[in-house]
């Protein structure tokens, strides 16, 4: 069981909104640590999406957005594309654990 | 280009050990904590510890750390992952990734494959 919960999949149509939650604790993101979120298409290497809970790193379309509130963070993707299906990863610190600790992963269908 | 390259795929057997090695370039070695990463197949994503090159500070998963050691040659700007007493479970792509606490992993070496079989 990971210490982050995401829902194993989501799906949307071409040009919806789409969001994937991760549920933590109060020892990781309830306890204020970052947030980040990773993209990774099969076969290769994980890509960080969105760090520091909302920020995009340069090259990331402003589609991707993050959020966090209290114990849990969202990513949200709108205008959905067909290569946006991938798996997708949320990420945090937990201090009871002194450890990173990710979400179990979630894979994106586009219908 | 700041990257960070691995070592090649390696077949074990169980019992044996793997040491996987991740060389950086691009960018100041010892500013940024390293990160190792394994994903089974078809499974998820799963943090093994780091170290910081800076000071040699490491922190392991706490059901890995009896068996895992990472160490770093600032000599070389390389970071190594060992991992004792493989089992089958083992078997999966082994990443190395520069890592800060507040803007995660930027970063990501090209991943290594380990084997563990009989």
């Known amino acids: 069981q990971s210490v982050l919960t995401q829902p194993p999949s989501v799906s949307g149509a071409p040009g919806q909104r789409v969001t994937i939650s991760c549920t933590g604790s109060s020892s990781n993101i309830g306890a204020g640590y970052d947030v980040h979120w990773y993209q990774q298409f099969p076969g290769t290497t994980p890509k960080l999406l969105i760090y520091?809970?909302?920020n995009r790193p340069s090259g990331v379309p402003d589609r991707f957005s993050g959020s966090r509130s209290g114990t849990s963070a969202s990513l949200a993707i709108t205008g959905l594309q067909a290569e946006d299906e991938a798996d997708y990863y949320c990420?945090?610190?937990?201090?009871?654990?002194?450890?990173?600790?990710f979400g179990g992963g979630t894979k994106l269908a586009v219908l | 280009q700041v990257q960070l390259v691995q070592s090649g795929a390696v077949l074990k057997r169980p019992g044996a050990s793997v040491k996987v090695s991740c060389k950086a370039s691009g960018y100041s070695f010892t500013i940024y904590a390293i990160s190792w990463v394994r994903q089974a197949p078809g499974q998820g994503l799963e943090w093994m510890g780091w170290i910081s090159p800076y000071n040699g500070y490491t922190d392991y998963a706490q059901n890995l750390q009896d068996r895992v050691t990472i160490t770093a040659d600032t000599s070389t700007s390389t970071v190594y992952v060992e991992l004792r007493s493989l089992r089958s479970d083992d078997t999966a792509v082994y990443y190395c990734?520069?890592?800060?606490?507040?803007?995660?992993?930027?970063?990501w070496g090209q991943g290594t494959t380990v084997t563990v079989s009989s």
């Open positions: 990734a520069r890592s800060v606490l507040s803007e995660g992993m930027d970063v």
């Open positions: 520091g809970s909302t």
């Open positions: 990420q945090s610190y937990d201090r009871s654990l002194t450890n990173w600790v």
